[in-house]
Nanobody
Framework: DVQLQASGGGLVQTGGSLRLSCLFS????????IGWFRQAPGKEREGISY????????DYANSVKGRFTISSDNAKNTVYLQMSNLQPEDTGVYYC????????????????????WGQGTQVTVSS
C-alpha cells in the first residue's frame, strides 16, 4: 500500500524555522511528484510546493518563495520542506501527497493532481 507520513511540525515563533519530512513507501515508480499542501482553519487546502523525482524540478506558491525550500533524498524515500522566516499566516496543517501518473506540472498546486495523501502535521506560528 502507498503510504506517506508527514512529520516535523510544531510551535514556532514568528521568524523561526522548521523542517518538515514526508516519508513515503509502497510504490516503485521511477517518476513521481510529491507536493506539500497546507490547510488553515476555515480555508481550502492550498499548494505550497512540489518536486519531481526524475528532474528535480520544483515550484513554489508565491506566498512562500524565498522562504521555503523543497528537496528530496530518494535513497531515504523522504521529501523535505525547509521553512524559514515563518509568519503567522503560515499556520496550518501541512500535508504531503504523491502523484504517480497523469501529473500536469503546470497545475501542481491543484489537489486533484495527487493520488495519495499523508495524514498531515500541524504547524503553528505565534506572533
Amino acid at each position: 500500500d502507498v503510504q506517506l507520513q508527514a512529520s516535523g511540525g510544531g510551535l514556532v515563533q514568528t521568524g523561526g524555522s522548521l523542517r518538515l519530512s514526508c516519508l513515503f513507501s509502497g510504490f516503485t515508480f521511477d517518476v513521481w511528484a510529491i507536493g506539500w499542501f497546507r490547510q488553515a482553519p476555515g480555508k481550502e487546502r492550498e499548494g505550497i510546493s512540489y518536486i519531481m523525482s526524475d528532474t528535480g524540478k520544483t515550484d513554489y506558491a508565491n506566498s512562500v518563495k524565498g522562504r521555503f525550500t523543497i528537496s528530496s533524498d530518494n535513497a531515504k524515500n523522504t521529501v523535505y520542506l525547509q521553512m524559514s522566516n515563518l509568519q503567522p499566516e503560515d499556520t496550518g496543517v501541512y500535508y504531503c501527497a504523491v502523484a504517480l501518473g497523469g501529473f500536469y506540472s503546470t497545475q501542481w498546486y491543484s489537489t486533484n493532481q495527487f493520488d495519495y495523501w499523508g495524514q498531515g502535521t500541524q504547524v503553528t506560528v505565534s506572533s
